[in-house]
Structures are given as C-alpha cells and as structure tokens.
C-alpha cells in the first residue's frame, strides 16, 4: 500500500477512535460519579479527585470498544461509498486494506498497556480516598445536622444542630475519650467554626463548657470558656485523610505482580486477583481482537461496491456486544473461580482466530488474477487475408 494511502487510513481511524472514545467515557464517567457522589459532594471539593481516580480506569477499559467500533465504521463508509473496490481495483489485497487499522490497534495496545498497569493504578487511590471520606464522614461540608458522627473508630461522638453557613454550626456537641488520660470529655458550644488547614480541620468552639469526668474514679469537673479550639481528623485542604487498607487495583506493575504469592492463599483474594490480572493484561488486547471482528464482519458480509446497503451495522452491534461480555465475564466468572481464567482466554483468542480465518478467506477469494489467468480460455484471433 502507498505510503501516502495508509497515513491517509491510519489518521482517519485514529480520529474515529477518538471521536467514540470521548463519546463512551464521558458518560460513563459522569454517570458513575453521579451514582456514586452524593449531592453535598460538589460543596466538600470531592468532585475533582474522584474524576481523576475514575477517568483513568474508565479509559483503558472502553478504549477496545472504541478501537473496535471506529474500525467497523470507517470500513462500512469505505464499502458503502464503493473505496474498497476501488483499492481492490488498485491491486491491493485485502490485508493491505486491513494492514492500517491493525496497526492503530497494536499502538493502542501498548497505550492500554500503560493506561492500565502504570496510570490508573496511581491515580485509583483518589477515588477510594473520596469513597473512604462519604463512608466515614470526613469532609464537614457534608455533615447533616441533628444527625450523630463517630470518628476514631468511636471515640469521638460529634452531633450538630444547625448550619449558619458551610463552615459554622449552631450548637455543636461532642463526646470524646481519651484512653492515654483514662477520661470522657463531653464539649457543648454555642456556635462552631470549622476552619480546614493543610492536614485536617480545627474547630473554634465559642461559649460553650466542658465536662471532664474520670474514667477510673467517676469524678466529673465541669469549665466554662469564650473560645476553645479541638482539632478532627477530616478532610484537610492539600490532601484527603490516609487510609489503613489499599486495594489491589492500586499497586504498581512489579507489586500487583508480587502479590500473587500472598493471593494464592486465599480463593476470594485469588478472585480478585485474577480478575485485576484479567483487565491489566487482557482487555487491552481486545483491541486487537475487536479490530480484527470488525474487518471480518464488514469485509465478508459487507459488498464493496456500495451498490446495495453495507452491513456494516452488524459489526458495530456486534463490537460493543462482544466487550460487555468480556467484561462481565471476567467480573462475575473469575471472582467466583480463578480458573475460569482459561475459558475467558479460549474465547479471546477464538475471536482473533474467527476473524483471521474470515479475512484470509477473503483475501483468498479476492487475489488479483494473472494476466495469463485472466486470457485463459480466449482464442487467439488471426487476421482474414484479402483474396
């Protein structure tokens, strides 16, 4: 194929691709956020973090389809408009026709590659970081009031009655305990000012008092102020607060790799990973597989000289079809059983298989003939001579 002819190709399925990327993630991204993001979420700065945790993994995962169905319709335009024939006129075979679109698919490989075992593990720690913050209650824009919040695994007991604005409350009450003095500590205050610092938040408590009794003796004191302050582990201006647990979907290439060995001890952290393992390293050679099914479906089922409507929709059903069954497959089957690993990787590879057979079968059925094949069968004609 022309050099000039396959850039020419190559950039308009790349541009394809890109156009239905954008199409697919925007709205499954702001569709999870939306599911998974309460409304009080926007005010507490959440918004910004769990996009960036979320776009990411949304990326790698639905750039096969993307790949696969700006493929099916950049090959269904070329039949429909009759440019197949026309290449095929040219003398090209088949796989020099396909030979662009494989190629955007291998480069998008690498790039799922890297999506998937580089980027989106360091990046999915601020959606679990955003997820921890609504479980536990640690940004104080999206406290409720006359609602009770415990922090510190208990020892602390906040309750509020009112907002007077988002970072001042009217009557604040908080119960805490402090096991290192071996006393409860319950603090009332007329008005709370929740000031967020680098770190965490402190809150300036005015008119309030504060009841100290003894946990070993039962002896209570109780004091008065005009102004106290108490700091709270919530979210704090620079960072969200650290937390004791980090999935499997965050650890690095050579870590996800160590952490076979722990894994393998236990069948439902062996779900899990497996199946982290089937999206790192499988979908993103759906790519591939997906471009492959949307040649062969449009090439074989498809007429190329336009003069009858292309079937160019089957593949674009069947592109989207065949993803969403891979990636409920391997959510549902491996989490169950690890070893439905090897039936996932049978109808992977079936998939590139299928459509290489349909392909060369094509490619077969439409070699340009020798002009010594095409004169077979003609006789020669000799001139009449004139009596």
Request: charged share 15%; proline share 5%; with cysteine.
């Amino acid at each position: 194929m022309p050099r000039l002819l396959f850039v020419y190709l190559a950039k308009r399925v790349l541009f394809s691709t890109l156009v239905v990327q954008l199409a697919l993630s925007i709205p499954v991204v702001l569709s999870y956020l939306l599911y998974t993001l309460p409304p009080a979420a926007v005010r507490g700065g959440l918004v910004g973090p769990a996009l960036i945790g979320t776009t990411p993994t949304v990326a790698y995962i639905t750039l096969p389809m993307a790949i696969g169905v700006a493929t099916a319709l950049e090959f269904a335009r070329m039949s429909s408009e009759g440019m197949i024939a026309v290449l095929y006129a040219l003398r090209l075979s088949v796989w020099s026709v396909c030979r662009p679109a494989i190629v955007c698919a291998l480069a998008l490989v690498v790039v799922g590659y890297g999506l998937a075992n580089f980027v989106a593990p360091h990046y999915s720690g601020s959606l679990q970081d955003v997820i921890n913050v609504l479980r536990n209650s640690l940004n104080h824009r999206m406290l409720e009031p006359t609602h009770f919040y415990t922090f510190d695994h208990g020892v602390k007991t906040l309750y509020l009655e009112r907002w007077e604005t988002p970072d001042i409350a009217v009557n604040l009450f908080v119960r805490q305990i402090s096991v290192e003095k071996r006393q409860e500590e319950t603090i009332t205050a007329a008005r709370a000012e929740f000031r967020r610092g680098a770190s965490g938040v402190v809150v300036a408590l005015s008119k309030g008092s504060i009841q100290t009794r003894s946990l070993d003796s039962g002896d209570v004191r109780i004091a008065n102020f005009d102004e106290y302050a108490m700091a709270l582990p919530m979210q704090g201006s620079s960072s969200l607060p650290q937390r004791n647990w980090r999935g499997v979907y965050e650890l690095s290439l050579l870590d996800f790799i160590a952490e076979f060995a722990t894994a393998r001890l236990d069948q439902r952290q062996m779900g899990e990973w497996m199946a982290e393992s089937a999206k790192r390293f499988g979908v993103p050679l759906l790519a591939i597989a997906h471009t492959l099914l949307a040649m062969a479906l449009v090439l074989t089922f498809g007429n190329v000289t336009g003069r009858r409507g292309a079937m160019g929709s089957l593949a674009i059903v069947a592109i989207p079809a065949a993803h969403i069954f891979f990636l409920v497959a391997l959510e549902a089957l491996l989490r169950a059983d690890a070893h439905f690993m090897a039936l996932l990787a049978a109808l992977a590879a079936a998939e590139i298989v299928g459509s290489i057979w349909l392909i060369t079968r094509r490619h077969m059925s439409t070699r340009p003939r020798t002009l010594l094949a095409g004169l077979e069968g003609v006789a020669p004609r000799t001139p009449s001579m004139a009596a």
